[in-house]
């Protein structure tokens, strides 16, 4: 069974930077397809950055384009969000999920089947 646990997330100012981890055990992470999530107080679960199986590509929501970055680390079995610039709305708890189905990257929550339990990213002055 994969278990995927998130760390990183913290209280940074505006224009500040984290970086995210998910990292996996139970199964090796080279078999999935990984995206980042997060969900505000009173929204909906949103998908912000996803990897595919392979590293062949990756996606990220318009909002983040250009500040957040995905990457994996097969030998660490973890995936990252790097988070920079960051803004007051982005202040959500962040998950990480996997998909063993799809090749491609996708950011709908509803395909993917693993999650994490969440890290607090609070970005204020």
């Known amino acids: 069974q994969l278990q995927l646990v998130e760390s990183g997330g913290g209280l940074v100012q505006p224009g500040g930077s984290l970086r995210l981890s998910c990292a996996a055990s139970?199964?090796?992470?080279?078999?999935?397809?990984i995206g980042w999530f997060r969900q505000a107080p009173g929204k909906e679960r949103e998908g912000v950055s996803c990897i595919s199986r392979g590293d062949i590509s990756t996606n990220y929501e318009d909002s983040v384009k250009g500040r957040f970055t995905i990457s994996r680390d097969n030998t660490k079995n973890t995936v990252y969000l790097q988070m920079n610039s960051l803004k007051p709305e982005d202040t959500a708890v962040y998950y990480c999920?996997?998909?063993?189905?799809?090749?491609?990257?996708?950011?709908?929550?509803?395909?993917?089947?693993?999650w994490g339990q969440g890290t607090q990213v609070t970005v204020s002055s």
């Open positions: 139970g199964r090796t992470l080279d078999y999935y397809g």
């Open positions: 999920a996997a998909q063993p189905r799809f090749l491609r990257c996708v950011l709908p929550p509803t395909d993917y089947a693993y």
